[in-house]
């Protein structure tokens, strides 16, 4: 599974904070990225397809929130098998970083 | 309008995406161009319009892409995924059902091969016969 698509990423972080549906993964990757990665209803529903197959994710039976008052919502969580592989993907990338690092690539230390 | 615009641009999509993904995409498409389900309108006319014939072009175009990517992965990897778009035990059954009768159908006959011997010349005799007379 790894490495993953950005935006697969992008969800798997929205997602480990708790459950979400399509539009707030949509506010929280736009909020967390500055606007720097801007998701559309297109994008983010083929992406959720691919990580609902691939069993990272699941579906909520029931709304978490009754009192919202939308119950066509359908709300996202992850499995364990995708906190798992968005934990791989983070050292993943957080091998590389260090690697950046280490070259001075980034981060140029003083 | 937008709505059946939205239908429009809906269409590239697979049926089995529309099915399971369409209310919810329709619902945060709404939010996101601001038909008055979102926040309040602080932006001028011409730019919503334009916003929101962008977004409509990117759905269209992404549908495309998931068109191509499911045509794809059917004809090349017919079993690659059975579960297309819908969590366990809510997908769409049609072709996994076929293929699983064609499969069944194929092993009693291969089980039975008198039986299978005489139904296909007794089909041979009465297509063989009705298609010289008639």
């Keep these: ?110 | 309008m937008t709505r059946t615009l939205f239908r429009v641009a809906m269409l590239a999509y697979p049926w089995a995406f529309r099915r399971r993904f369409a209310a919810e995409m329709w619902s945060d498409f709404a939010r996101t161009v601001d038909l008055g389900t979102g926040a309040p309108h602080r932006t001028s006319r011409t730019y919503r319009t334009c916003r929101t014939c962008r977004t409509l072009c990117t759905l269209f175009s992404s549908g495309l892409a998931e068109r191509w990517a499911a045509t794809h992965r059917f004809l090349f990897w017919p079993s690659h995924r059975l579960h297309l778009y819908e969590p366990s035990g809510r997908h769409f059954m049609f072709w996994d059902t076929l293929r699983s009768d064609l499969q069944h159908a194929i092993r009693l006959a291969a089980k039975s091969p008198l039986i299978t011997a005489l139904t296909i010349v007794a089909l041979a005799l009465g297509i063989g016969a009705n298609s010289a007379i008639f």
């Design chain 1, 1 to 110: 599974m790894v490495p993953l698509t950005p935006v697969a990423f992008e969800i798997l972080l929205a997602l480990a904070d708790g459950e979400r549906h399509g539009y707030s993964i949509l506010q929280e990757v736009e909020t967390r990225s500055g606007n720097a990665v801007s998701l559309h209803a297109g994008t983010l529903y083929r992406a959720l397809a691919r990580l609902l197959e691939s069993d990272l994710i699941e579906e909520l039976r029931s709304s978490p929130d009754p009192s919202s008052g939308d119950e066509r919502r359908r709300y996202y969580r992850l499995t364990q098998r995708g906190i798992a592989v968005a934990r791989a993907e983070a050292e993943r990338l957080d091998s590389q970083l260090s690697c950046a690092r280490a070259r001075r690539l980034l981060g140029a230390r003083v």
